[in-house]
């Protein structure tokens, strides 16, 4: 089975979040239970594509409007990644170093889109699935459908998969002409409030649509920027799967990016020498918990509450906690938060900016890691730090909700409260404070998490059933 995934982002390639992880992963797990995946992405001028070596498999020109955009499709050579890698290069537009925000990101993503199916269609290929992540390649599925240009492939199979539905990539008809000629009948699909939403229409012309945990697939219509009813009114054609995470990555045992590496048994072990190493660095004190919040700095992540959370219970719990946070966001949410690594010296540092390896350290390091996230799709970082037994205390909400457990109920091992606020996140840290003074609760518990399977063996399955239930109906 053939399936192209549709992405602006893939780890190691070009990473800002979640979505790259789970790119640069569910393929991998595809080949190796026997499909052909391979991942289509944007150009970017970064490391991973300047030092690996890629080939041109095809070239041509693509129509934006009245631009005439040369393209190039590019391979990796080597397939170092366990799967075809295929990178779109339009000189001057998709050639760029940032992933998103620049002020012609419509013209960018529309262009990659047609860029990917021009080089299908010319080159005669036929992907028995394409499967789009996250509204940057949400136009397929319509354009497949309703382009003449396309129409020997009107019945390729698409899978559109929601990362996150709070950004739609929404643009205004004016634009309509980027589009190629298409079925005037039909651009009702690819309206949503008197726009062209790539998010709303990928949801009504894709196969099936899959949120990336089950409780989201419920919160969308309540929960989704504006496209709440459509979200209701196309419930039955979604499917939550959970993500899954990539063990050979993450891996506690093996994890180059740690101070020291470690198993389940010698967890307590493994731990301490990480969180010296990280207090070390951070100036904090390891004898007591490190409370470490890893992510982008933004509302959806609660990050906004973050600044009065942590001074509130550095106040309340003197000389008990520390806290460790590595993120990069909103400014004033930056600037917060450095204020009070001046203020709380010793109890709380802060690293502003990207630092993959950090990540890792702060997974393997820290005793807690909080996520009081208002939207939490699915969520990886739970999933790194119960592999690296470390306690997630997370708000109960999206995937956040169907993967941890509270410590307090039958066979649990996570922090759980119900909202985004400062008093839910104080009760909980003097939960977590209590714990950590538990050494054999807090042993059991870390060996408890560090059993858990979240591998992606379980979820590339459930894609799998779904492409092929698709086939199986589109084909009769
Ligand atoms: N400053 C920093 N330095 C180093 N590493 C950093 C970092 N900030 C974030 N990361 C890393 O980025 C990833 C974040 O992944 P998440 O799944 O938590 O969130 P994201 O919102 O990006 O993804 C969206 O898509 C994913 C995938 O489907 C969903 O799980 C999620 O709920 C949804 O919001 C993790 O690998 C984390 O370690």
């Known amino acids: 089975m053939k399936i192209y995934h549709l992405s602006a982002e893939c780890y190691p390639v070009a990473k800002v979040g979640g979505l790259a ?4 992963a569910l393929p991998k797990y ?23 070596e890629f080939e041109t498999v095809f070239q041509s020109a693509t129509l934006l409007g ?7 499709i590019l391979r990796e050579k080597t397939n170092k990644l366990g799967f075809p890698l295929y990178l779109v290069k339009i000189p001057g537009l998709v050639d760029r170093e940032n992933i998103y925000s620049y002020p012609d990101e419509t013209e960018q993503f529309i262009s990659f889109q047609l860029a990917f199916l021009d080089w299908i269609s010319y080159s005669q290929q036929s992907p028995d699935i394409i499967h789009c992540h996250d509204h940057h390649s949400g136009l397929v599925p319509f354009l497949l459908k309703y382009s003449k240009l396309y129409a020997r492939l009107a019945n390729t199979p698409t899978v559109f998969t929601i990362h996150n539905g709070q950004y739609h990539g929404a643009f205004g008809w004016d634009k309509l002409s980027y589009l190629p ?6 651009t009702g699909l690819l309206d949503w409030s008197g726009g062209i939403n790539p998010l709303a229409s990928a949801v009504r012309c894709a196969d099936r649509y899959t949120t990336v945990s089950p409780s989201y697939l419920d919160e969308l219509s309540h929960n989704s920027n504006g496209l709440e009813y459509l979200f209701f009114l196309e419930r039955d054609k979604g499917i939550g799967i959970i993500n899954g995470i990539d063990t050979e990555v993450w891996n506690p045992a093996t994890d180059p990016m740690i101070a020291a590496k470690y198993e389940a048994l010698k967890v307590t072990a493994g731990k301490k020498e990480n969180k010296e190493a990280l207090c070390a660095r951070f100036n904090l004190d390891p004898a007591k918990p490190v409370v470490n919040f890893i992510g982008r700095l933004v509302v959806e992540k609660g ?3 973050l600044p009065a959370a942590v001074e509130t219970s550095l106040t309340d719990y003197a000389g008990k906690v520390n806290f460790l946070i590595l993120g990069t966001g909103d400014p004033d949410t930056e600037k917060e938060l450095q204020e009070l690594k001046e203020k709380f010296p010793g109890g709380c540092n802060v690293y502003i900016g ?3 390896e950090l990540a890792h350290l702060c997974y393997a390091g820290s005793d807690f890691l909080l996520m009081p996230s208002r939207v939490e799709p699915c969520g990886l970082n739970q999933l790194y730090s119960l592999r ?23 066979g649990g091992y996570g922090i759980r409260y119900n909202n985004t606020s400062v008093e839910d996140i104080c009760y909980s840290i003097s939960r977590a404070i209590e714990l950590y003074a538990d050494h054999k609760k807090m042993q059991t518990l870390r060996k408890r998490m560090m059993a858990l399977d979240f591998s992606w063996d379980k979820s590339a399955k459930q894609y799998m059933e779904l492409y092929k239930s ?6 009769i």
């Open 21 to 24: 992880d789970v790119v640069g």
């Open 30 to 52: 595809q080949n190796l239970a026997g499909l052909d995946a391979a991942v289509v992405m944007p150009f970017y001028d970064r490391k991973f594509i300047r030092e690996n």
């Open 66 to 72: 009245t631009r005439r955009l040369y393209f190039e």
């Open 181 to 186: 000629e298409i079925d005037l009948s039909k």
């Open 303 to 305: 990050a906004d509450v």
């Open 354 to 356: 990207y630092n993959e």
């Open 388 to 410: 690296y037994g470390t306690v997630p205390m997370v708000r109960s909400t999206g995937g956040l909700k169907d993967t941890v457990i509270d410590f307090g109920d039958k």
């Open 470 to 475: 698709i086939i199986s109906t589109t084909t």
